[in-house]
């Protein structure tokens, strides 16, 4: 795992927009994951700004795969993820809606949405890089701590905490939807690379516990510990509590003195 603690939320997004650039510019038909919720705003709004510079690859061929849906909210409220990920970041880079999915939240579906959700990954041919956010109880997506480490796409119950984290959105939390359909802990290990951000203090005991603490179900980000390709990058609020900050960061600074890509 490749940790850069970073010190201002705004080098997370440069960094991140690069990263995400490259994969795409690697290869313009890239499929990316994008998660929601407030931590990669900034960086969706640096690829947008680049974008609109002209400085950006072009986005035309690329596919994207939210990381979840809202259950039980109309096709055309503006908190669905679907809605969100177009307003924030995929219209902007003229993607074709067409590109953009997000799990079918139909209630008449509802059984075989997961099942479709991952054949549409896989028929695009798997997640070149997913974007994810951690949650202060350590859930990714909206894998909740006790997830299926090797869980797939499904149905989860928020919990209160998620739900009242996520009123900022709707007004209150008794409008946030009760149920979600999600991405597994299972679906983000087959992505090829992984991308997580942090940033704020109230993430920093999660990200320490997903970084160095065990692998457990208890914290559903420790599972990141499974997957070969993973860079985290966090400011210096969110990466407080890292007991290993100091390696991480002198990993990072000698990085350019190794063969691509040799250290993660
Ligand atoms: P946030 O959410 O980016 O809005 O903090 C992250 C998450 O809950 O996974």
């Known amino acids: 795992m490749e940790v850069v603690p970073l010190t201002t939320g705004s080098e997370v997004a440069e960094l991140a927009a690069d990263i995400l650039e490259a994969a795409v510019r690697a290869n313009p038909r890239a499929v990316l994951g994008l998660a929601t919720g407030s931590t990669p705003l900034p960086t969706y709004a640096a690829l947008i700004e680049r974008h609109d510079r002209g400085d950006g690859p072009s986005y035309e061929a690329v596919q994207c795969f939210t990381l979840d849906e809202y259950l039980g909210l109309p096709p055309d409220h503006p908190q669905t993820y679907r809605a969100t990920i177009a307003r924030e970041l995929t ?15 139909d209630p ?17 041919g798997g997640i070149d890089v997913q974007v994810l956010g951690i949650g202060a109880d350590g859930h990714l997506a909206f894998n909740e701590p006790g997830s299926s480490l090797a869980s797939l796409t499904r149905v989860k119950t928020l919990t209160e905490q998620t739900r009242h984290d996520n009123a900022r959105f709707f007004g209150s939390s008794e409008q946030v939807p009760r149920h979600a359909l999600t991405q597994g802990l299972g679906t983000i290990l087959r992505a090829r690379r992984l991308l997580l951000l942090a940033t704020g203090s109230e993430k920093s005991s999660a990200l320490a516990a997903a970084v160095e603490g065990p692998l457990s179900a208890a914290c559903p980000a420790s599972v990141l510990q499974l997957h070969p390709d993973v860079t985290v990058l966090t400011d210096a609020h969110a990466g407080s509590s890292l007991a290993r900050r100091e390696h991480y960061r002198e990993v990072y600074a000698a990085k350019a003195e190794l063969p691509n890509g040799a250290d993660n």
């Open 91 to 105: 219209d902007r880079l003229h993607i074709p809606s067409s590109q953009v999915h997000a799990p079918d939240p």
């Open 108 to 124: 008449d579906g509802l059984t075989t949405a997961g099942e479709r959700y991952e054949k549409a990954i896989v028929a695009a």
